[in-house]
């Protein structure tokens, strides 16, 4: 645990041991970050570099205790929903070794980067050679670019999130790296999932700040082509972004807290304003009470927006007891561990035992909103 980026522990039997915690905080719903097998090398702790779709990684448990999660924590009223990515694997899933078929993963004579130009995806004016690269391009060397324009790769993908809906009773999917993958093929992959389970809430993220960009992906939408999404929610980045410059901003007339109601005033252009997911934070950003300068006012208006606006709130742990990262942005720390996991933890969240006045404090005010 010395090492910042590298594998702590914890599993899902200790999950299934905190349900209580999240029952008492009023958490609706438990999305994890990927716990499929990612039997990778240094700095794959994450779990996005998957290299088995069927199987939990044995050093989180097995697809019964998975299972077992799914179960203990309906009878409390908390679904589970699932960290799903279909743009690439690990590169040492089984696959890179005999490809089931040459255009199995988009290959390139030398390694090539996406782009990250998602604005080629709706761009009239975009040059083919933007629109390949974003798509076909790789994230990073140990992620290989999965090819779903492949018929057979495709089927596969898509009967492999139906398998996991229907085997955990999912409440939904969170799918990573939304707009990177083909662009038919996450239609027709949203659209079998909800032909066969019509109540079923899919997340895309698409981290844009722009709404017309956003919105673009929500099913139901006007568009300036002929594609149909099927995509029943999205990111709301706009909003965290607008609601930090608004308050770290100057006061007075037309000041930065305009921003907020800049970024409210969009929601015409979704066909579904309050099925979009709005957050505070998440697992790729500062946290907030860092974005915030840890100032405690701050924090609390803050929550009571997200807490009461339209949207699907996301609330990333560790947020209810001020969890920070000063003078870094170095993924593993914004990642740190919740105290209290560990056997010798001087803090212990889930019971209140080694928190500040004021971190106790915060988690009560969270535990009030979300009831």
Not at 61 to 71: C, F, M, R, S, V
């Amino acid at each position: 645990r010395e090492f910042i980026g590298g594998r702590h522990g914890g599993d899902l039997a200790g999950i299934i041991e905190s349900l209580d915690y999240f029952e008492k905080m009023g958490i609706s719903s438990l999305w994890l970050n990927p716990v499929l097998e990612n039997n990778m090398e240094t700095y794959s702790y994450h779990g996005y570099a998957m290299t088995d779709l069927y199987n939990v990684d044995p050093r989180y448990g097995t697809n019964e205790q998975y299972k077992e999660l799914a179960d203990k924590a309906k009878e409390k009223g908390i679904g589970i929903i699932m960290d799903q990515v279909a743009n690439h694997i690990g590169s040492l899933h089984p696959w890179m070794s005999d490809l089931p078929s040459e255009d199995w993963v988009n290959q390139w004579p030398e390694f090539t980067q996406t782009n990250h130009m998602k604005v080629s995806r709706f761009d009239p004016h975009a040059a083919e050679v933007d629109r390949k690269q974003f798509t076909d391009g790789w994230f990073v060397e140990t992620m290989p670019d999965l090819n779903q324009r492949n018929e057979k790769l495709a089927r596969y993908l898509i009967q492999n999130s139906i398998w996991w809906v229907e085997y955990l009773g999912l409440h939904g999917i969170r799918m990573d790296t939304w707009s990177y993958p083909d662009k038919q093929f996450l239609a027709d992959w949203t659209k079998a999932i909800l032909d066969e389970y019509p109540n079923f809430n899919i997340v895309g993220e698409e981290w844009v700040s722009d709404p017309s960009l956003i919105s673009y992906w929500q099913a139901g939408t006007n568009k300036m082509d002929d594609y149909t999404s099927y995509l029943p929610s999205v990111m709301d980045f706009l909003l965290q972004s607008a609601l930090i410059e608004g308050l770290n901003g100057e006061s007075g007339w037309r000041s930065s807290m305009t921003k907020i109601y800049e970024s409210l005033a969009n929601d015409y252009m979704y066909s579904d304003v309050n099925n979009i997911m709005i957050f505070p934070d998440n697992h790729d950003m500062s946290r907030i009470y860092t974005q915030l300068n840890e100032d405690f006012d701050k924090w609390k208006m803050a929550m009571t927006l997200f807490f009461t606006t339209r949207g699907t709130l996301q609330f990333y742990y560790g947020t209810e007891i001020l969890m920070s990262n000063p003078g870094t942005e170095d993924h593993g720390v914004i990642r740190s561990d919740f105290p209290g996991g560990w056997e010798g933890d001087a803090v212990n969240a889930f019971t209140g035992e080694g928190l500040t006045a004021q971190q106790k404090e915060a988690q009560e005010y969270i535990r009030t909103l979300a009831h």
